[in-house]
Structures are given as structure tokens and as C-alpha cells.
């Protein structure tokens, strides 16, 4: 029985050792299987290209556990987006995607196919499966669910979140000492998160979770006020730009500095009107995705801000790749473990799906039906947890 890979997406810390995992799982199966992974996710899957996982990696799974990244490498394809596949080289003119992909797997022998990414990889995994059984072969897909958004319905939490909230408050960590480099000044931490601002909440509480275990010297002016946050901004949570500016005028006075966490997806509307009205290109992915490396939200509010609060600097920092491409942690790491167990025991009964923490389950491990997958959940800012936290910091 042939069993395949595939990781797609963008990366989070929960890619290599989910993989690790799984080879792990069905190395110890009595039935001999053969591995592969498709490289590049759907773009390998199209083009053909492949690694076999040797013995080699077999003997030494568990040492994927310990990276993040993905070593079977990543890509953003969808496989219903026919213009872009041809634009890119994937397939030639006149080819379908879903019938390219379909075939390579039947050529493969594939009988198991794991599919590691957000909402839009398990989404393209269930028209995957349509297709096949529309044309008569059976394959058993089971999806593991990675986004450090965590924006996925209807699943509880999703692999990598976690350890990427804990690394974006170690990136900050470093990034706040920046405010002894000048007088007054603004610093703004844009973190991952287009229509969800969970990661934004999770590492802001995370950030002053670890804050509160530091040790401070006031008369040296190492103060826990000036390394604290002024301000958390997310896209569930419509921003008062005017009445903002005031508030932190006057905690600039109070304490010379100003420090931001921003959701990239917070305001992008704002964003995108004054785009539209200086006739500016709005660029898109091959999912629709308005492209916000392109906007770059943080320095728009930087610029909106700035003067108005009187900052003598302006600091601008993303921890995107940083907190993406951590190896997991040992919370994360629990789940992933878990999950990809539960996706091998599905798929040796033939169970297709994605293997998550179901919310109409009691928040229990589940394999959830591909149709049921979707993605733009949005964070619930009334979380009693996010709400202390904004009084703490007086929003």
C-alpha cells in the first residue's frame, strides 16, 4: 500500500513533526507500506515530483519532531484555479487540474493521501476526493489541520498556533528594548492574522504573561510600565482611529513610549478605501487573498499615528516568519502527536477527513467531514481572558 504526503500553505511550527509523526505511525503498521511526499504540496502533486521516504528516515522520524519548517517544502495551489495552475507551469493548457493531480496519485498507487495545511489545502483535499470517486477510484484522504491563525471552523485549535503565539511574545521581547534608542517612541508589532485576530490576542497574552515574571529597575527608567502594551488591534474589533490617537498621545507623555500589537487584517479596510481612491493595485493570491504583504498594515497605522502622538521614532516589526517557523512546542507538540495518531487510525479504516479538536464535539479529537472545513472563523473578542486583558492595559 502506498501512502503520500503533502504539506501546503504557509509553514507552521507543526509541519515536520506532524510528518514525523505519521511515518512514525505506519513504519509500526503490520502491513508494509511505502511512503512518499509530494514536493512543493499541490504544485509536486501536479508536476510529479516526489521524495520516497528511504529507510533512512524511517529509523529517524523523531528527529523531524525537533524542526520547523517543512522538509517536503510548501507551495499555494488551488487546485480549481485552472488559469493560475497553467500560469504558473503546473499543468498544460487545456488540462484540468483536479484530473492532473487524480492521475498522478492513480500512477502512484496511492491509496492513502495525508494533506497537512489551513482551510484552503483541506478544502482543495475535498474536491480532490470528489473528483476520484466521480471517476471511479477510491482514496482515503485524511487532512491534519495547520494554521497559526487558528481561524478554522469548526475546529477548537490548530496545530502550530500555540507555539507561535508563545514565539511572536519572544520576538517582542527583544524588539521593546528598542525603546531606550530615542525619546518617545512608537514601536508597532504586526503580527499574522488576516481575518482572525486570535494569534494578536494569544501572543499580546502571552507577551505580558512573561512580562509579569521579569525583574525591573525604576530608577534606571526600567520600568514595567514602558515595556508593557498600549494598544492590541484586531480585525473583530473596529479601530477608533481618531479617539486611539488621543488616548495614546497622552500615554506617550505619561510613559515615552508606545507599544502596539497589530493584527495584519485589522483596518484593512480602511486600508483598501484609501488604496482604491489613489487608483493603487490591490494584489490577490490564487485563493483571492488580498495580498497584505503588499499593503503592509503596520506601516500604515505607523503612518496615521506618528505624528499625532508626536513620536520622535517610528519602529515597525513583523514576527510572521519568525513565529511560523519555529519547531513546535510541548503543548503544540501533544497535539500534533496526538492528532496525526488518530489521522492513521482513520485512514487504515478508510476514514476520510480532517482529524481536529471539534467544537460540536465537546472540543474532542474527531475526524470531521471535509465539507464541514472552513476557513475565516473569527476570534471572540468577548473571551474573558481577552477582556481582562484590555482593562489591564486601560483600551
Known sequence: MNVAFLTAGGIAPCLSSSIGRLIRNYSKQDTSFTMLGYLNGYKGLLTGESLS???????????????????????????????????????????????????????????????IGGDDTNISAGDLINYLKNNNYELTVVGLPKTIDNDIFPIQQTLGAWTAAEQGAIFFENVSNENTTSSRQL?????????????TAATALE????????NFLPSMLLTKERWDLDAVYIPEIEIDIENEMVRLKQRMDEKDSVNI????????????????EKNEEIKRDAFGHVRLDKINPGN????????????????????????????????????????????????????????????????????????????????????????????????
Not at 187 to 199: K, Q, T, Y
Not at 207 to 214: A, F, M
Not at 355 to 362: A, K, P, Q
Request: charged share 30%; hydrophobic share 35%.
Open 53 to 115: 521516504i528511504g529507510e533512512d528516515v524511517i529509523k529517524n522520524a523523531e528527529i523531524l519532531y525537533e524542526y520547523g519548517g517543512s522538509p517536503i517544502g510548501n507551495s499555494r495551489v488551488k487546485l480549481t484555479n485552472i488559469d493560475d495552475c497553467i500560469k504558473n507551469g503546473y499543468i498544460r493548457k487545456g488540462e484540468d487540474p483536479l484530473k492532473v493531480a487524480a492521475d498522478q496519485l492513480v500512477g502512484d498507487n496511492v491509496s492513502i493521501l495525508h494533506t
Open 187 to 199: 514601536i508597532i508589532h504586526e503580527i499574522m492574522g488576516r481575518n482572525c485576530g486570535w494569534l
Open 207 to 214: 507577551y505580558r504573561n512573561r512580562l509579569s515574571n521579569r
Open 261 to 276: 500589537f497589530l493584527s495584519e487584517g485589522a483596518g484593512i479596510e480602511s486600508i483598501m478605501h484609501e488604496m482604491d
Open 300 to 395: 500604515w497605522f505607523a503612518r496615521q499615528f506618528a505624528k499625532k502622538i508626536d513620536a520622535d521614532k517610528v519602529l515597525v516589526q513583523k514576527s510572521g516568519y519568525f513565529a511560523r517557523s519555529a519547531k513546535p512546542n510541548e503543548k503544540d507538540l501533544s497535539l500534533i502527536l496526538d492528532t496525526a495518531d488518530m489521522a492513521v487510525e482513520c485512514a487504515m479504516k478508510g476514514e476520510s477527513g480532517v482529524i481536529g479538536l471539534d467544537e460540536e464535539s465537546d472540543n474532542k479529537l474527531a475526524c470531521i467531514d471535509f465539507e464541514r472545513i472552513k476557513g475565516g472563523k473569527p476570534f471572540n473578542p468577548n473571551e474573558e481572558w481577552f477582556q481582562s486583558l484590555l482593562k489591564e492595559i486601560e483600551i
